[in-house]
């Protein structure tokens, strides 16, 4: 049973392991052709195991493989970060429009900000591994968003836990004001850019 398990999670680090090679294809390839880095940020893992089990409790999935693969999708998870909100868009497109790539659901809380003021793009992929057994398709959650959400997504992260989710009403204010600040910022630093690089010219140019 354990090493079934160890298996089943073996291959979600497989999963990763091709996200992250596109990725790194992506933002090798813009470095060379634009002398543009659209990536600031990649990080990557895979739930831990008890953290896995955790999650099956409290959503009552059926304890087998195929009910946990089904019901779970986050189990391997990428966050990218981008210096600015075009990017992190851009990124999600060509990602999603690569043949081998399956979306099974997206959730955009750039475009629809939780009412917390969490902010990001979420996109649960389906990528292909080939194990010596065959083909398996691994859900992979990629999650982009820029350094200004990242920031405050840890930060509210980090506050959330501390205070096991009963957050006092003050800071929830604050965080939301923060949300917005992070917001407005993204869009300013966002429009230097433009300036600088002239209009239209957007942080990524089509390739
Ligand atoms: P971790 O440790 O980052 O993995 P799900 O519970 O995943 O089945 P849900 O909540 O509808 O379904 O998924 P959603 O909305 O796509 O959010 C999943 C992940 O997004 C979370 O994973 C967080 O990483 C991030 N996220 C979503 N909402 C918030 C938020 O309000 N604040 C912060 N800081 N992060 C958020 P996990 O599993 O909670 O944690």
């Known amino acids: 049973m354990r ?3 160890q298996r089943f999670l073996l291959e979600y680090q497989f999963g990763l392991r091709e996200v992250e090679t596109k990725l790194g294809i992506l933002r090798d390839e813009f470095l060379q052709m634009h002398d543009y880095n659209p990536i600031e940020h990649v990080s990557s893992r895979v739930k831990t195991a008890d953290s896995l089990v955790e999650k099956v409790i409290r959503k009552g999935v059926e304890p087998s493989f ?6 779970i ?7 990218v970060t981008t210096s600015f909100t075009k990017d992190a868009y851009r990124l ?3 990602l999603t429009a690569q043949d081998d790539i399956t979306i099974r659901a997206v959730k955009d ?3 629809e900000p939780k009412d917390n003021g969490y902010k ?5 992929v389906e990528v292909p591994v080939f194990l010596s057994t065959g083909r398996v398709a691994v859900a992979v959650e990629v999650q982009f968003r820029t350094i200004a959400m990242d920031f ?5 992260h980090k506050i959330y836990y501390k205070y096991a989710g ?3 009403d003050g800071l929830l204010t604050e965080l939301k004001d923060a949300a917005d600040s992070a917001a407005l910022l993204d869009a300013r630093m966002e429009r230097l850019h433009g300036q600088l690089h002239g209009p239209g010219a957007g942080p990524i140019r089509a390739v």
């Open 3 to 5: 090493d079934e398990f």
């Open 66 to 71: 195929d009910a946990i693969r089904a019901a």
């Open 73 to 79: 999708t986050d189990i391997a998870g990428i966050r």
């Open 92 to 94: 999600f497109d060509l």
């Open 109 to 111: 809380y750039i475009a």
């Open 120 to 124: 990001s793009l979420h996109v649960i």
């Open 152 to 156: 405050w997504a840890s930060l509210e």
């Open 166 to 168: 009963v957050v006092p």
